[in-house]
């Protein structure tokens, strides 16, 4: 399995009456491709911080429709990656190329330009071929979802999730996201140098064990909702995304159509509540 971080030199420079340098290691967060096959084909490949690529996959799997539940996967394995061993010239295990066996009776996704994904840390999902292809279908509304949450706890959720955000500390570049219940216990928590995998690898996580759809939950990220983001939470039926930075305009214009809370610049003791208002208990 990859390193989650790596160590480089680097060159620290004070500016004040006087210029310092000084020479010293520092920690930056790794970043590797993961290639995620589907019955031997491949499928997608998103660049990733090393480490729970199976709920990655998962997720990803089922943010993208692909399936629907965890009996829906019959297998996911390690393959052979392209790099290949010096003395015995065979494959080496790179551990960046996961294969997943559906189901006997899950249709795999069509291998063609609409459903080949390549992915970036930093926007997710690029290469859709067409708009058609960027909506998926919701298997769970959560519109019915009767669940309230207090204020109080909502504005407390990214403090919360900082607090786990441990590779986070050490090189302040990976994005976090956490599922929490409505009480604010933290359910499943992930970083990732790509905002759509530490969503995916949570959801992942929550699949695996058997609580998707995600009723009663709030899905936290530590940075902007964005379109991609509140899908991914839809597809998972969790009823509100809370979000550190802003929204964009179709993340709202989704969650009001969808039934979801939302809410943007979630920083104690303040937040916007940009759709589904009526499950916060107020005055």
Known sequence: MGRVTARFPVTRVTVGETVTATRRPDSVSAEEPLEIRVNGSPLAVTMRTPGADVELAHGFLLTEGVISGIDDIRTARYCDGAVVDDESGQPQNTYNVLDIQLGPNVPP???????????????????KASI?????????????????????????????????????????????????????????????????????????????????????????????????????????????????????????????????????FTRPPKMNVYAGAHRLSMP
Not at 109 to 127: H, K
């Open 109 to 127: 996704p069509a291998v063609d330009p609409s459903r080949n994904f390549y992915t970036t840390s930093s926007c997710g999902v690029c290469g």
């Open 132 to 264: 058609d292809a960027i909506r998926q279908q919701v298997r769970w509304p959560i519109a019915d979802d009767p669940v309230v949450f207090d204020p109080a706890v909502l504005v407390s959720l990214p403090d919360r999730l900082r607090e786990h955000q441990r590779t986070f500390d050490r090189t302040g570049g990976l994005h976090a996201a956490a599922l929490f219940t409505a009480a604010g216990e933290l359910v499943h928590v992930a970083e990732d140098v790509g905002r759509h995998n530490a969503v995916d690898k949570v959801l992942g996580a929550a699949l695996l064990a058997g609580e998707v759809p995600a009723r009663g939950h709030a899905l936290t990220v530590s940075g902007r909702a964005s379109f991609e983001l509140t899908q991914k939470a839809l597809m998972a039926g969790v009823p509100a995304l809370v979000a550190v930075s802003a929204p964009s305009s179709l993340a709202v214009e989704m969650a009001l159509e969808a039934g979801m809370t939302l809410t943007g």
